[in-house]
């Protein structure tokens, strides 16, 4: 695969453009796999690519129904952080923000990789007490967090109102090194990064069934024909449950749309990401000048990936109490995702009752962050079988155990 450099890119400038790749490969499916992956989102790719490169798997394939990265990967607000409450989860998060400082010179693509620091408004004691407890718990798991003052809170962004009518800011949780990248950026790098690995990406090639025998999984009906494989990896996000029956068995997942909307492009006024949870809303400026809004789930499960004038309403009358600045902001566009709730708000990253098949859902409304950590688990526990110690605490069996990993305050409002 071509790499992009200084070089090359004044190499192609002299003799027009004409040169460049290919950004990966669109190959036909071939009729068998040792590892197929179902879902070519950020976690599909990246589960894909860690299998070739730390476990040196050659034969894998990632169907994607539609385009890559098209999925909730191209439509979320790209909050990345780590700040979680509990330890199990503060260790994924915090080795996919790190993998984050590194990836765009690892994948050889900018992704925009942005550290500008993320703050998580308290507008309530409650609140308040629940983020204390976190920066607490952030310190001994080593993640750099700490709650601050209603002045800090203004200083790192003056566009605030810190009296608000209804929530007057009391504090608020910060993580200097959490940030935002650009979301189709991850997607493509490692789309790239997998394709010079030899895997195969097959877009517009939907399963629409699983094959198995007494053994375990044996392969895919898709709309491209049939595929054998010996390993199948479902990483679908809000489509987990249909997969799942496929399969013939079940997962403790309810899926609901998620929605956001971008303004107008405006001159930059806005340079951490503020999270305002108690009023439901949360808020960055893209590098192009949009703001970057974003609300709550659907209150009901469903499939519609679009959005709706009810949400938009509710966040940005919800925003405009924080930020009266905004008020008189059109809005450019808005659209929604199908994002996979657990109830305890945490992800699923499993063996299942069929041999041979593993799942990785559940990242609800904030698993764009968790992308390189989850593809670095998941494709340890294709590879052997059995999870590592990134992966170990989020099997299917702790529902059944009653062990959940409650992180409904970390996982609030969304992000
Ligand atoms: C509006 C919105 C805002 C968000 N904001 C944030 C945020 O700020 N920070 C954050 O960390 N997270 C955020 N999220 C959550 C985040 O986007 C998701 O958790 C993450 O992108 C899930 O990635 P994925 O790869 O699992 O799923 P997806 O990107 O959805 O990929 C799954 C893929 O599977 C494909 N697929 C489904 N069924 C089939 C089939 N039968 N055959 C073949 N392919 C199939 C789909 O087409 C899709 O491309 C947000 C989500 C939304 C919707």
Redesign the pocket.
């Known amino acids: 695969m071509q790499r992009y450099s200084a070089f090359s890119l004044f190499s192609e400038a002299l003799r027009g453009h004409t040169g460049w790749e290919r950004a990966w490969r669109s190959p036909e499916p071939g009729g068998f796999y040792d590892i197929i992956i179902?879902?070519?989102?950020?976690?599909?790719l990246a589960t894909a690519y860690y299998l070739a490169k730390n476990h040196a798997a050659r034969s894998i394939a990632v169907?994607?129904?539609?385009w890559?990265?098209?999925?909730?990967?191209?439509?979320?607000?790209?909050?990345?952080r780590s700040n979680y409450l509990q330890d199990d989860s503060a260790a994924i998060y915090e080795k996919a923000r790190s993998l984050y400082e590194s990836l765009s010179q690892e994948l050889n693509l900018n992704l925009m990789f942005s550290p500008r620091g993320v703050m998580m408004l308290a507008q309530t004691h409650h609140e308040a007490r629940g983020y204390i407890r976190i920066a607490n718990a952030n310190q001994y798991q080593g993640i750099e967090t700490e709650y601050i003052p209603p002045s800090r809170v203004k200083e790192l962004c003056p566009i605030i109102s810190i009296d608000g009518p209804r929530y007057p800011i009391l504090g608020a949780l910060w993580q200097p090194r959490g940030g935002t990248a650009r979301?189709d950026a991850v997607a493509w790098g490692y789309a790239r990064a997998c394709c010079s690995l030899g895997v195969d990406i097959i877009e517009n090639?939907?399963?629409?069934g699983i094959n198995r025998d007494a053994g375990g999984v044996t392969g895919v009906t898709?709309t491209k024909g049939d595929i054998g494989c010996k390993k199948l990896g479902i990483?679908?996000?809000?489509?987990s449950g249909?997969?799942a029956s496929m399969a013939g068995f079940r997962l403790p997942i309810e899926s609901v749309a998620?929605?956001?909307l971008v303004s107008e492009p405006v001159k930059p006024c806005l340079d951490v990401v503020v999270m305002a949870n108690t009023v439901h809303g949360?808020i960055s400026q893209s590098d192009k000048g949009e703001l970057v809004i974003?609300g709550g789930a659907d209150g009901y499960n469903n499939y519609t990936q679009r959005g709706s004038f009810l949400h938009i309403e509710e966040t940005v009358r919800a925003l405009v109490e924080t930020f009266p600045i905004i008020s008189r902001l059109r809005m450019l566009r808005q659209?929604?995702?199908?994002?996979d709730m657990t109830g305890d708000r945490s992800p699923i990253l499993s063996k299942t009752p069929v041999p041979g098949i593993f799942v990785?859902?559940g990242?609800?409304?904030?698993?764009?962050?968790?992308?390189p950590g989850s593809g670095w688990a998941m494709a340890e526990l294709i590879t052997l079988g059995e999870p590592g110690h990134l992966a170990a605490p989020f099997g299917l069996e702790r529902f059944r155990e009653g062990r959940f990993i409650d992180e409904s305050v970390a996982a609030g409002v969304?992000?």
């Open positions: 179902v879902g070519a989102g950020g976690h599909g169907l994607e129904k539609g890559l990265g098209g999925g909730n990967t191209g439509r979320n607000t790209t909050i990345i979301h090639c939907e399963v629409t898709t990483v679908v996000a809000g489509h249909k997969l998620l929605q956001a949360y974003g659209w929604g995702g199908i994002v990785n859902c990242w609800g409304t904030g698993g764009f962050k968790s992308i969304a992000h």
